[in-house]
């Protein structure tokens, strides 16, 4: 990037979920569901001893993508690790089902999901499992009838139950800055001792599960700058694509057949060797 | 956990299969590590699946009965090789630590092959084919959500040992800087912290809890008895809605999930 492009940029990472959901609606189109003033908490935190948040840390808003009715699901990283607690994603899973029903009633709908989470919140552990159930079943019954396009772009990434739902959606969109896995690195660690993954090693961590990795293995779809603009032209362009002819996690033969196909170590750089060839 | 009893857990799904499939031939191809079976239940041909324990799993950290790379895209196989006009009904049999936690997976894309798993069983129920699963051991985070938590209907036994949570005691107990002893006490205050099978109950996840059978050594007259059970949900299943909308409909719910009701009415008004 140029340096005038550098300063004219707005950085979509340091953009909050309120901001970033703007960001990727067209201007002046951006209507906010359940906002703070509807007070829908979390009816879990407070008996923890921890604040609850008004969105519990989900910003949904209705508007227009590309003149087209359009909905930006967008998690709040900043409220406890974007985690997917029963209110959250309720929000999430909920905003789903009414654009499903939209799309299946042949209205147009653009669902657009940004993710910035760890995954459930352990604080809700069951409440949340269940809701990032309910999050599974409606991206793949909303698929069905209209693309859903997925958007990570850090700095915490997109971990745990939602990164299965990373998975599910019909074309993903991440930036340099962004990771995409199942399990968190310290999690790994923990579970798996330092000599599997050392939690620290940022370069390391970033090889393996960077958005750069990702996308050069056919992980996600579209590698974007960290730019306001930029992506929400990816967004818009995803969309207007429309349908992919298989999902990704429709694939089995595909990604079966790569598995047979792994270098000695779990490197980055080797995978890529390997994988880049037939990058879907 | 006593080592026995570790043992004991880990091999639930294993023989919980046998005692389901009886006599039905293994299906061929696939990990080692992922059970299939047709076997008839109640007029249906269903479709058996089962993810188990494999010392020999080329991936270490996929040993003790987790979901893998090779078991997600194992899964998802066996269940879209049921897709057809006849909408044949799908059993997931569930005993599952967790998902499999390694440098490895996470390279290779664990994610995607879990969403896989979780893809199959809700296309398969979407496209009209029954999706029943059975939990008789572990239904942990990832690993449930990609095997078994997509079915219309969830059965558990009604077993102290079973354990249904978004993360291990253990592991949860660093993560959120807790000891297992406060994260015990916590989950009898409150309910979706809690581990055991009923407490889980009462969020309103389940469809039936099956109680007076030996969890770990099923006998026969047992083994008859969840069938029979198997083959009224999935009776059950075929006569009722394909989404998940009976999760929020029982009573339980209406109490334990009374937030997820209340922001899906909410939304709907705003929609617009």
């Known amino acids: 990037m140029s340096v005038p492009a550098l300063m004219s940029r707005t950085s979509f990472v340091e953009l909050n979920a309120r901001e970033r959901a703007r960001a990727l609606l067209d201007d002046g189109s951006f209507r906010e569901l359940l906002g703070p003033f509807d007070r829908i908490e979390s009816p879990w935190l407070a008996r923890q001893n921890i604040v609850p948040q008004a969105d519990d840390g989900v910003v949904v808003a209705r508007g227009t993508i590309g003149g087209v009715a359009a909905v930006a699901i967008a998690i709040e990283g900043a409220f406890q690790g974007g985690s997917t607690g029963e209110v959250s994603g309720a929000k999430i899973a909920g905003a789903l089902e009414l654009a499903a029903k939209d799309a299946k009633a042949g209205k147009p709908i653009r669902p657009v999901l940004v993710f910035e989470t760890g995954g459930v919140r352990l604080q809700e552990a069951n409440l949340g499992l269940a809701a990032m159930a309910d999050v599974h079943a409606a991206v793949v019954a909303l698929r069905r009838h209209a693309p859903v396009v997925g958007v990570i772009a850090g700095m915490i990434g997109c971990f745990g139950g939602m990164g299965i739902t990373a998975g599910l959606v019909s074309r993903l969109i991440v930036t340099r800055q962004a990771r995409l896995g199942l399990n968190g690195p310290e999690v790994i660690e923990q579970n798996a001792g330092v000599e599997e993954l050392d939690s620290r090693d940022r370069p390391l961590i970033w090889s393996l599960t960077g958005g750069e990795q990702r996308h050069a293995v056919g992980l996600a779809d579209d590698l974007v700058a960290d730019d306001a603009d930029a992506l929400a032209d990816a967004v818009r362009a995803a969309f207007e694509r429309g349908q992919p002819a298989e999902h990704q996690s429709e694939r089995i033969a595909f990604w079966r057949g790569r598995l047979e196909r792994l270098p000695a170590t779990p490197e980055g750089p080797a995978l890529r060797k390997l994988w880049m060839g037939d990058r879907p | ?272």
């Open chain 2, 1 to 272: 956990m006593s080592a026995t009893m570790s043992a004991a857990l880990s091999s639930r799904g294993r023989t919980w299969f046998e005692a389901i499939a009886g006599g039905a031939a293994r299906l061929d191809g696939g990990p080692a590590s992922v059970l299939a079976a047709d076997v008839a239940i109640g007029g249906d041909t269903v479709r058996v699946i089962s993810v188990v324990t494999n010392p020999d799993n080329r991936f270490p950290r996929a040993r003790e009965g987790e979901v893998g790379l090779d078991e997600g895209w194992g899964v998802a196989a066996r269940v879209r090789e049921v897709f057809g006009p006849e909408k044949r009904a799908i059993l997931a049999i569930v005993d599952v630590p967790s998902q499999a936690y390694g440098r490895a997976e996470e390279l290779y894309g664990i994610h995607l092959a879990c969403a896989a798993a979780a893809d199959a069983y809700a296309s398969a129920r979407l496209a009209g084919h029954p999706v029943v699963s059975l939990v008789v051991g572990r239904a942990l985070s990832g690993a449930f959500l990609a095997h078994g938590y997509q079915a219309n209907r969830v059965l558990a036994l009604d077993d102290p040992k079973i354990s249904i949570h978004a993360m291990g005691k253990q592991a949860a107990a660093r993560v959120t800087k807790r000891s297992v002893e406060q994260l015990e006490t916590l989950g009898e205050e409150i309910l979706p912290l809690a581990y055991d099978v009923r407490s889980f109950a009462k969020l309103g996840l389940v469809h039936e809890l099956i109680g007076g059978v030996d969890a770990d050594a099923p006998s026969a007259e047992d083994a008859a008895k969840v069938t029979a059970r198997i083959a009224d949900a999935i009776a059950d299943a075929r006569s009722r809605p394909r989404d998940l909308s009976s999760r929020l409909a029982s009573p339980e719910a209406r109490e334990n999930r009374a937030a997820s009701i209340r922001v899906r009415e909410a939304l709907a008004a705003q929609w617009g």
